[in-house]
């Protein structure tokens, strides 16, 4: 009889410390704020600052990597993306790094949009989202069968959202929430009037001093993870705007054929070994469409994690086209990070696309072939309601009927003929 309870016990305890180990292992993941580890392979990852964007993207960012965005014509949207990656680091206490070339980092954060935190707030926008899909909704059953089993994109806030946030494009971020968080900024023109200019490795002077500060932070900031016991985990959130433009001494944008050839691509390439020993992750707007020599963008492609692209509607025939009349611009996911694996995390979903409301700027299925086939519909009703109205008209007795009109006009002709009147018939020879 004693030995049953010392059997019961001795698995009893074998299966609580089995227990408290996986939740240990865990718990090392999970332990920094705003993060989650990835369900298909364990790394640990990070919001975008939109849900719909981490959808796509197989759950988030992951720590350790770059994201490369690729700026529509005018950089709007994308400026918006980078906003939201930004404002997401703020609302979960990550530490910031944001360098820009054109406008002063202090500027930028002054400009990132409002979290919406309460529910009052969620209740607004999720009305506004919902009055977004019930225009789908009026046409759910005319769908085509290949957007049938789509998946689901999270666009509109729920009641309990832990990894990211919704936010409010037209307010900006209260200045009390940038207070327990630490902003590092790097703005060219300052730091290029502190010391002359350098090159190093061929690379220009703004791009060394870009990397020395990113460096500087990571170590010094104990991002490295070399001394673990200094103080809490926290993600370093690096923020880069339009690198490779003409405002950091690059010429890419501008020529076929750059004196800095390789510049850019050297500077990704020291910048990922810095992200993948450390806990940060980095975010970057390319002009893409400004550089003309296209090998140059296929290594900038190659030496980045994930590139997603964005086309805007905006001055082209697509902003006045019906088809396109629900969206402001199409969305392109060119590559994504194998981690841990030898396949990445690919979207089922192939065409997306994205729209700006007032409050909600949303990444949603782009369904051209539905839309296309009710407008199809709507063009042959319409002629079928003109070809009807026609026939009415004709049966109407006060009207003149065309192919009496015709007739009469041919009797005419006859009778000039025989008179001699007029031209001679088409098949008399001359006399």
Known sequence: MAAAP?????????????????????????????????????????????????????????????????????????????????????????????????????????????????????NELGEEATAVKSEDFQDSMKIAWRYQNLPKMEASPTTSTKFGHYYDVSKTMSPELFQSIKCHSF???EELSLQAKMKTCNMNSAYT????????????????????????????????????????????????????????????????????????????????????????????????????????????ERETNPLYKDYHGLVHVHQI???NSLICDVSDTKDLAFRLKRKLFTIEVFLMRRRHVTYAKKVRSLQQLIRAAISTILRHPSVRKPHLEIQRLRDVSDLTRTRGVGPPPPNSRPC
């Open 187 to 189: 703005y060219l023109p």
């Open 6 to 122: 010392a059997a019961g016990g001795v698995a009893r305890g074998r299966g609580v410390t089995s227990f408290q180990r996986k939740a240990a292992a865990g718990s090392r993941l999970a332990a920094v704020a705003g993060t989650r580890p990835s369900v298909r392979h364990g790394q640990l990852l990070l919001s975008s600052g939109l849900p719909s964007l981490d959808c796509v993207l197989g759950g988030g960012v992951a720590v350790g990597t770059l994201l490369l965005i690729e700026e529509d014509k005018y950089g709007l949207y994308s400026n918006l993306l980078y906003k939201y990656f930004l404002a997401e680091g703020v609302v979960c206490g990550h530490d910031l790094f944001v360098a820009s070339a054109k406008e002063h980092p202090d500027n930028i954060l002054k400009e990132l949009p409002a979290p919406l935190l309460d529910d009052t707030h969620r």
């Open 209 to 316: 001093r870009l990397l020395e500060s990113i460096h500087r932070i990571i170590y010094q900031e104990g991002f490295d993870g070399s001394d673990p016991q200094k103080k809490q985990k926290n993600i370093l959130r690096i923020g880069i705007q339009s690198l490779g433009s003409m405002l950091w001494g690059d010429d890419i944008c501008s020529s076929d054929t750059p004196e800095d050839v390789h510049s850019l691509t050297k500077f990704l390439y020291v910048l990922r070994g810095l992200l993948r020993k450390s806990l940060s992750a980095c975010i970057i707007t390319v002009p893409a469409h400004l550089i003309q020599n296209k090998a140059i963008m296929e290594r900038v492609t190659n030496l980045s994690d994930t590139v997603v692209g964005l086309e805007s509607f905006i001055g082209s």
């Open 337 to 339: 990070p194998r981690l």
